[in-house]
């Protein structure tokens, strides 16, 4: 019989006895009897579960124990006495953050069940985790870094969620790209997805290009035309540069979000229409609200959901990765002698700022790729500067790199690329040695 571990805060040890008595014997408990002897149990690793026992109200909830019982690896199980699930700070934060809660006193059966399928619940979760920290991106986009992380977990839950999303962000950051993720991964990923940039379109089309018009409603309308909106029905509507939209166009588009129907310009009629609108804007939003250019009533609307794209040089663990990916791409379409990139061209892209973000490095890369006259690319291949530092010089940093790098491939071998026997070689957590291995891009 395998033991599962579990995470056991209980102050007093009260509840901790009358489990053993109870005979949970395919577990094994760790007992911590403060927060700070939770964190440091829960940092050694391997428990799963968490059980907290409240047997009065606790007020202030310690710092500690709030953020470790947030943290998503484990599943957290409270057992608190009627008292403390009445208490106004405690009683909440139980039913909110806990996977579960039993009221005191314990109901062992009960409580098997409700371990149980916490562990499992765990376990999945940790699988998930490491399938996406392996894997290059999700949601077709690339990426690992923590902020990538963030936006995923994120898209998870938005995708399910059929309320508006509003996108900001700087330029070629990712904004289409997450609202085409937004509309493939949700349930109208059968509808259409229709794109319109209202920036682009002059003043005196964006009316009937949103709207569509009946022939003849105006000199030139010809034809019946269908606006976007209707013509994204089941579908997402995705409204790039949302902040150039005029303010009358704003209150049609408020009416059009309020009502879910549109008239068309010379109908007499309205349709209804079934639509997610997905908005993006690489202005700030909230000052054009200040500013009176933009209407508080629309913006409210838009921003149910708001997801932030980080720029490129704040994730800069992406960049080379990113880069990689992109070449792998553009070699398979166009074959090229070019073999992949220096060393240096990988610092100068590492140390660049990229204003232009993942369109900018796309764009380099494949001048680079059509350019470059030597078998690994070069920084003046991508026009950038080589990096100041060349010849390289031993920092503390750089040397600090090299030795982790070098522990952690042979340990790797050693181990036959089985990262948690690696991880208790190297004493450390698996989940700090994914985070190296990500950093120093190394596959295992
Ligand atoms: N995380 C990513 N992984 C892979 N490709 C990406 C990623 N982010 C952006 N791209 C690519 O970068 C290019 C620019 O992305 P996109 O057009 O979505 O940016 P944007 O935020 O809409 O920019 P803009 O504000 O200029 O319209 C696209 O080719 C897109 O596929
Ligand atoms: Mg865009």
């Not at 995470?7 to 760790?30: K, P, S, T």
């Not at 371990?115 to 690339?142: V, W």
């Not at 997402?236 to 549109?262: C, H, K, P, W, Y």
């Amino acid at each position: 019989m395998s033991l599962r571990d579990a995470l056991i805060y209980d102050a007093r040890g009260q509840v901790l006895r009358e489990l053993a008595a109870q005979g949970f014997d395919d577990w094994q408990f760790h007992r911590a009897a403060t927060p700070a002897e939770a964190v440091a149990l829960h940092e050694r690793g391997g428990c799963r579960v968490g059980i907290a026992v409240f047997d009065q109200a606790l007020d202030p909830i310690p710092d500690p124990l709030a953020r470790l019982v947030a943290e998503a690896e484990v599943e957290w199980v409270a057992l608190a006495s009627p008292e403390a699930l009445m208490h106004p700070v405690l009683g909440p934060f139980i039913v909110h953050t806990f996977h579960d809660y039993h009221t005191l006193p314990l109901d062992p059966p009960r409580l098997r069940v409700t371990l149980g399928h916490a562990h499992g619940k765990a376990e999945r979760r940790h699988q998930m985790r490491d399938a996406s920290l392996r894997s290059s991106g999700r949601f077709g986009m690339t990426g690992r870094s923590p902020a990538m992380q963030r936006l995923y977990r994120q898209l998870d839950k938005v995708v399910g969620a059929d309320a508006p999303v509003l996108l900001s962000g700087e330029s070629g950051t990712g904004k289409e790209l997450v609202a085409r993720a937004i509309h493939d991964y949700s349930a109208r990923a059968d509808g259409p997805f229709v794109a319109m940039n209202c920036a682009a379109i002059p003043a005196s089309l964006i009316q009937s290009e949103l709207f569509g018009h009946e022939k003849g409603a105006f000199t030139g309308a010809l034809q019946r035309k269908i606006g976007n909106i209707e013509a994204s029905d089941r579908g997402v509507l995705f409204l790039d540069e949302i902040g150039d939209l005029s303010l009358e166009l704003q209150a049609n588009l408020l009416r059009f979000l309020q009502e879910m129907n549109v008239v068309r310009l010379g109908a007499t009629r309205h349709v209804d229409v079934d639509t997610r609108v997905v908005a993006a804007t690489h202005v700030d939003l909230h000052s054009a609200v200040a500013h009176e250019q933009f209407r508080a009533d629309l913006f409210y609307r838009l921003d149910v959901v708001h997801l932030h794209l980080p720029p490129l040089r704040e994730r800069v663990e992406d960049i080379a990765l990113l880069a990689h990916t992109i070449f792998d791409k553009y070699a398979t379409q166009h074959p090229t002698p070019v073999r992949g990139f220096s060393d240096e061209a990988v610092q100068a892209m590492e140390a660049h700022l990229w204003p232009g973000n993942v369109r900018e490095l796309i764009n380099r890369v494949r001048h680079a790729m059509i350019m470059s006259e030597h078998r690994l690319i070069l920084p003046e291949d991508l026009g950038l500067a080589a990096p100041v530092d060349t010849p390289p010089v031993m920092t503390l940093q750089r040397a600090r790199t090299h030795l982790d790098r070098d522990m952690i491939e042979r340990s790797l071998r050693q181990n036959h690329c089985n990262v948690s026997q690696s991880a208790r070689q190297l004493g450390i957590s698996r989940v700090t040695l994914y985070r190296l291995m990500n950093r120093l891009n190394i596959n295992p």
